[in-house]
């Protein structure tokens, strides 16, 4: 896969720092009580430009680059490795390439999601969109159609532990390395069983 060009660039730093903001702002004055203009304001933007990079205030918090992230590491993993440990190395490498910043603001984010109702569930909506869009890399490695059911059901699978990781990993006070030993774990358990 191909870098991104300039522009694009331009597009995501745009993005992750109207996001930046938008964290910021809802962790000092509370989810409800931030608007759309007060973001706006803080990423020096106008509204209108907000909604030209997320639709709604629960896409600030939901939306991340984490499924392109695993995605491409699951298209660039050995031919060789066997479907859960494609998935185990695409959600470790992924987790460890994110920065400290992003770690705090993921942590953030998660305890938004647990906290705020309506971006709960938000967050089980954009679920769904993550297995479909993570499975289809593996049902390429596998030869299978891009929907394939079975890899949906086994990313999904996969998710969900994974999720429960990082609710934990959260819950605890988001150390780093605490969340790659969950997630580790987590998957440990689809590989065998309780």
Not at 59 to 74: G, N, P, S
């Amino acid at each position: 896969m191909s870098s991104p060009g300039l522009r694009e660039r331009k597009k995501q730093k745009t993005r992750w720092a109207i996001q930046e903001h938008a964290v910021r702002l809802f962790v000092q004055q509370g989810y409800d009580a931030t608007t759309i203009e007060q973001i706006a304001e803080a990423a020096e933007i106008s509204p209108s430009t907000f909604f030209r990079y997320f639709k709604t205030k629960e896409d600030v918090v939901i939306q991340d680059r984490y499924d392109e992230l695993m995605a491409e590491k699951i298209r660039q993993a050995p031919a060789d490795q066997p479907p859960l440990e494609v998935i185990r190395r695409a959600f470790v490498d992924g987790f460890q390439a994110i920065t400290e910043d992003e770690m705090d603001q993921a942590l953030q984010r998660a305890k938004l999601q647990l906290s705020v109702p309506a971006l709960r569930m938000r967050a089980l909506d954009n679920l769904q969109d993550s297995i479909r869009y993570l499975a289809v890399p593996l049902a390429e490695r596998l030869g299978r159609p891009a929907d394939d059911f079975r890899c949906q059901a086994f990313v999904g699978a996969c998710v969900g532990a994974m999720i429960n990781a990082l609710l934990a990993w959260a819950n605890d006070g988001g150390d780093g390395k605490a969340a790659l030993q969950l997630i580790d774990q987590a998957l440990d358990v689809v590989a065998k069983g309780p």
